[in-house]
C-alpha cells in the first residue's frame, strides 16, 4: 500500500472547497477504516484542512488572550505601585 502524499495536492486543489465539497465523498473508503488516515488521500487532505482552519482560529485567539491578561497585570502592578506612592507621600 503507498501512503497518502503529494498527490493529494493533485487530487483537491481547490481551496476552502474540495472540488465543491466541504467533506469529500471518498473520505472513509478504505476498509479496515483506520486506515483512512495514512492512505486516503481525502482523508489526509481534509484533516490537513482541518488542522489548518483550526489554527487560523486558535492562535490569535490565544494570542489576544494572553495579550489582555498581560495587559491587565501590567495595570494592576502600575495601579498598585501608584496606591503604595500615594499612601507613602500622607
Do not use: K
Not at 489548518?52 to 495579550?67: E, T, Y
Request: charged share 15%.
Amino acid at each position: 500500500m503507498q501512503q497518502a502524499n503529494a498527490s493529494a495536492l493533485a487530487a483537491y486543489n481547490t481551496f476552502p472547497s474540495m472540488n465543491g465539497n466541504v467533506v469529500p465523498p471518498e473520505i472513509m473508503m478504505l476498509e479496515p477504516w483506520y486506515l483512512n488516515p495514512l492512505y486516503n488521500m481525502a482523508t489526509v487532505q481534509f484533516d490537513h484542512r482541518a488542522i489548518a482552519w483550526l489554527l487560523a482560529f486558535a492562535v490569535p485567539a490565544v494570542g489576544a488572550a494572553v495579550w489582555r491578561s498581560s495587559r491587565t497585570r501590567c495595570v494592576r502592578r502600575h495601579a498598585r505601585a501608584g496606591a503604595l506612592r500615594d499612601s507613602l507621600d500622607r
